[in-house]
Structures are given as C-alpha cells and as structure tokens.
C-alpha cells in the first residue's frame, strides 16, 4: 500500500499582487534592517575610535612630556614648626584667653600665672638695692674725706722735711766756718807757744790763744753738733712723709673699697632677675597662627618646661618624601607643582627650598643595622622641604599640618 503525501493548500495569493502583513517573517525583517545598518555602525564605531584614541594619544603625550620633566610622589603632607607654648615658673593659672583653634598673634597675651609671690620678691629685692645704694654713698663720702685728710698729712709732713732740710743746709753752712775759726785758732795757739818758748812775747799771750783755740774747738762742735740735730729732725721729718703717704695709701684703698660696685651690682641682677620672674607670670604669642591644642586649664598648678599649649604658625610648608633614585637631578629653587586632597582640582605651586642631609631611616629609634651579613636592599626615602609661592591665598585655601598631598618637582 502505498502512502501519499498529503499536500498542502497552497493559499491563493491575492488579486492586487501584494503579500499581506499577517504573512511578513519579523526575524526576516529584523535581519533585513540590521543588514541595512550595520555600514552606519561601523561608521559611527569607528569615528568614536578615532575620537578616543586621539584623545588617548593627546592625553598621553601631555602626560609622558610632564613626567619626563617631573618627578612626583604622594608621599607628602603639609607640615609646619609647632610651637610649644611653657612655663618658667612653678604658679597657678589665674587666667587663659585663648582656646582650642582660636586665631593668635605674635605679642598676644595667652596666659596669666599667679603673681603675688613674684611681686614681693620684686618689692625685696629693690630694697635690698636701695640699700646697697646708700651703703655705697655713704662709705664713698667717708672714703673720700679720709682721702683729703690723709692728703693734708703728706702735704704738712712733706713741708716739714722742706723746713728741716733746710735747717740741715743751714746747719752745714756754718761748719765751714766754725772749722776756719778752730784752724785759726790752733795756729795761733801753735805760734804762741813757740814766741813764748823764746821769750819772744809774754806768757799771757799763750793762756789767750789757749782760750781762743778752746772757744773755736767749742764752736767747732756745737755746728757739727747742730748739723747732726738738723739731719736728725730730717730723718724724722722724711719718717712723717712716709707714714703720711702709708695712710694716704690706706684711705684711698678705703676709698676704692668704698667705691667697688660689686654689691651694688650684685643686688641689682638680683632684682633684674626678680623682674624678670614677675614678668614669667605672663606668657605671650611669640607666632602668628593658631591655638592647635590646650592642655592647661585655669587653677592648675604648673611646673617650669610643662607644656601649657601647641601654637600652629599660618606659615606652612610641605615635607615630601622623595625616594633616593629621584634625588639626582632635584636642586634647591625648582618649581613644584602641589595637589591636596582637600581641594579638588586646584593646583598650588611651590619651590623646593631645600633637600635633607639624611634618609628617614636615619632619624629612627633603632636605625637598620646592615652589618651583619643579611643586606636587604630597600630604597630610602628623602625628606624634601617645599615652601608655597607667593600667589598662595591663605585665607582661601587655608593649610592645615597633616593633610595629604601630591607633589611634583620640575626637575628639568
């Protein structure tokens, strides 16, 4: 038996020709419009891969010139030299003026100490001083007097050696004659013996020229013996001179004693020094910036060295990390490009002030040891210090110590 195929009716198509939208294949018509536009899509694909990779290319060349000029790192933090605010006494806080994050300027008074104990030393030692002053005075005025006393000794002793030297003169100037008139005296007496031995003039004669030669010898000694009174009264005289120059010596030995300002002296650094505590008892700004943190409070009782507050100086820098390999061709004075991280898309400049001497490995509490045979190389990093130029505004983008930041030195 054979099978037949069962044939389909063919649908008869219809009178004006055209096939009806219920017979259309969407799959087909799909296929059909995607086929008519994939020549647009590659068109349009490849305009918009053109467009990027221009701007790959643009964006790389920008970026492979600046780092080829540019050495970076965003191991960097904005920095600035604290300064810690101490006592040099041991007081009680009477007052603060200022608080946490308050702005300071340089002269500001920040704290006030107790200062009762301060002024009575003050008081003290101006007393002491004074007293000084007038001890001073006093012993100059008398220094002084025995001085012109002791002068007048000299002087009264000096004009009695005068007045016995010139007795001594005197004295010695009638000798000579007193010797002539013994000399004459005793020839006589020589030629009257030898006439009376002859017989030639009486006896009487002889007992006259015995009576003059013995008067002569007489006056012969009472000039010697003036003579050696009137040294003696010079020797004396000189004694005095002496013994009045010894005491002029000794009062103006008084009087440079008197005058010595060594007391004096000492009890004014005295009561300098009390002055200079007193004025410890207020403790100003010495910077322009900010209160960073307050760890004083009033009625607290500090000690000399204890910190009372951290000052933030406006004036900040940036410390960059760089590592050693991109040292070589960073100098001194080369621009730097700086982004921080709290502003967004600005773009600071600075200048390299200056390099480190030392690694930061260097600085560590226990430094790396590579003595020991087990050498691991690890390159180091370089402290870098950068300041802001001037175009910086300060008040618009205020730095604060800590933030993070990308540096970039132009190093060709």
């Known amino acids: 038996m054979q099978s037949r195929e069962i044939e389909k009716p063919t649908p008869a198509a219809p009178a004006n020709g055209s096939a009806r939208a219920d017979d259309v294949d969407p799959v087909e018509v799909e296929e059909e419009a995607e086929e008519r536009n994939a020549p647009r899509k590659r068109v349009i694909f490849g305009i918009i891969g053109i467009i990027v990779a221009i701007f790959v290319i643009i964006f790389g060349i920008k970026y492979f010139l600046y780092a080829r000029v540019h050495e970076s790192t965003d191991d960097a933090s904005v920095d600035a030299s604290e300064v810690q605010v101490n006592s040099k006494l041991a007081e009680r806080v009477s007052k603060i003026l200022v608080d946490t994050n308050d702005p300071v300027k340089k002269g500001q008074l920040l704290i006030v100490l107790d200062s009762n104990d301060e002024i009575a030393k003050v008081a003290q030692a ?36 005068n007045v016995a030297q010139a007795q001594v003169a005197q004295a010695q100037a009638q000798v000579p004659a007193a010797q002539q008139a013994y000399d004459k005296a005793t020839a006589d007496l020589q030629r009257t013996q030898s006439l009376v031995s002859t017989g030639d003039v009486p006896k009487e004669n002889l007992d006259a020229a015995r009576a003059a030669a013995a008067a ?46 060594s007391q004096v002296e000492a009890q004014k650094a005295a009561l300098d020094l009390a002055k200079q505590s007193l004025g410890y008892t207020k403790i100003y700004s010495a910077i322009n910036g900010y ?4 760890s004083v409070d009033l009625g607290q009782t500090v000690a000399p060295g204890m910190t009372l507050m951290t000052l933030i100086p406006d ?82 983008y205020p730095m604060r110590p800590g933030m993070s930041v990308e540096a970039s030195v132009k190093v060709r």
């Open 291 to 294: 209160v960073g943190e307050k």
């Open 126 to 161: 101006q007393a002491n001083y004074d007293l000084a002053l007038a001890n001073q005075r006093t012993l100059s005025e008398q220094g002084a007097g025995g001085v012109a006393q002791a002068a007048a000794q000299v002087g009264g002793s000096q004009a009695g050696v």
């Open 315 to 396: 004036d900040v820098f940036v410390t960059a990390n760089f590592k050693e390999t991109q040292l070589g061709s960073m100098r001194p004075g080369q621009p730097v490009d700086l982004k921080v991280d709290a502003y967004k898309g600005q773009t600071f400049h600075g200048t390299v002030l200056s390099i480190n001497p030392a690694s930061q490995n260097t600085y560590a509490l226990v430094p790396a040891q590579n003595a020991t045979g087990n050498f691991v190389k690890v390159t180091q990093r370089i402290p870098v210090k950068i300041v802001f130029n001037s175009d910086y505004d300060k008040t618009k």
């Open 216 to 261: 002569a010898s007489a006056q012969l000694r009472a000039a010697n013996a003036q003579v050696e009174v009137a040294q003696s009264s010079a020797v004396a005289a000189s004694q005095d001179v002496s013994a009045a120059q010894g005491g002029l010596v000794a009062a103006r030995g008084k009087l440079a004693q008197s005058t010595d300002a």
